[in-house]
């Protein structure tokens, strides 16, 4: 069930001119994916929603100077990257903690952290792993990873764009984007180790099922 | 493999995964699974989770409310083309 890749099939030249029906078809094309993205980073539909907006308002403004240097897409994935990071720190320097920097990983996400769950889940039954109890688990434990873990992750994983591509949206290296990637997926997979490996051990009985 | 092998090559398995390893490492990293069943688990886990995440995000969609009130702050609501509704006479 991979994301098929969109052909970008857009008149620059009628986006540019403020074409309006162009446009709609561009908001048609790309309005499920940048709200898709807004909401697995913000966490919240109220504020994906405005993430959303906001992305297709600044990207209608700024149609008439895109040079096409990137691809439509990255671009309009940039607006809106740009966009959940902005409201993040806007929620963050609004509480009280607003000491952390939204766009680097937090300390402790800085070193290669070692497995410490090494148990084998892998046989658990799909309908177990895709369970709404373990659907739920699954996006808190995306909650725990910085913002900056969290973009990579949702930008290469789950929209599927390429190292480059996401090395474009975020404005940072590829080495950059690999090793946050690293970070992130190996603290997910410790995370759910955690979970499906203590229902794999409740699972190994003698007579427990093997699939 | 000792396990400072294993530590060392932890860093690499996100790459390994993605096969975007140079042939070499590639070769080390195969030969190191044959011998290391902790680091098979890691291995096969780390895939796991990564394809539960992409089987489980969903088709990319926005909720019908939301598109349109999309629409409507785009000032592109001749453009939405579900029923109408009279909401719309507002904009």
């Known amino acids: 069930m991979n994301q098929e890749k969109r052909v970008e099939e857009f008149s ?3 986006l540019r001119a403020g074409n309006k029906a162009e446009f709609a078809r561009l908001v048609e094309a790309y309005s499920g994916v940048i709200y898709r993205l807004a909401l697995k980073v913000v966490e919240d539909p109220q504020d994906a929603e405005d993430v959303l907006q906001e992305t297709f308002i600044k990207a209608y403004r700024a149609l008439p100077n895109f040079d096409g240097r990137s691809s439509l897409s990255t671009w309009l994935y940039r607006i809106a990257t ?12 609004a ?45 808190k434990a995306i909650e725990t990873l910085s913002p900056a873990l969290r973009t990579v992750f949702l ?32 603290r997910l997979r410790e995370l759910l180790s955690e979970y499906f490996g203590e229902r794999a051990a409740r699972r190994s009985t003698p007579e427990g099922e093997n699939s | 493999m000792s396990h400072q092998n294993c530590r060392h090559l932890l860093g690499s398995l996100s790459d390994y995964v993605d096969g975007e390893l140079a042939d070499e490492v590639c070769a080390e990293i195969d030969r190191h699974l044959e011998e290391c069943e902790n680091c098979r688990i890691v291995v096969d886990s780390l895939r796991k989770t990564i394809y539960l995440y992409k089987v489980t995000s969903g088709p990319p969609s926005v909720p019908e409310e939301v598109r349109q009130r999309l629409y409507l702050s785009l000032d592109l609501e001749e453009f939405i083309e579900r029923k109408a509704n009279s909401e719309m006479g507002k904009a």
Do not use: F, H
């Open chain 1, 12 to 14: 620059l030249e009628a």
């Open chain 1, 95 to 139: 509480s009280v903690a607003n000491t952390i920097s939204i766009e680097e990983p937090s300390p402790n996400e800085e070193n290669e952290q070692e497995p410490i769950q090494i148990v084998d889940w892998c046989c658990l039954p799909e309908t177990e792993m895709m369970s709404t109890e373990a659907r739920a688990y699954m996006e």
């Open chain 1, 155 to 186: 930008l290469r994983d789950i929209e599927g764009l390429s190292t480059q591509e996401t090395a474009e949206v975020l404005n940072v290296s590829e080495v950059v984007v690999k090793t946050r990637l690293s970070r992130a997926r190996m």
């Open chain 1, 82 to 93: 740009n966009e959940a990071l902005m409201t993040l720190r806007r929620r963050k320097s």
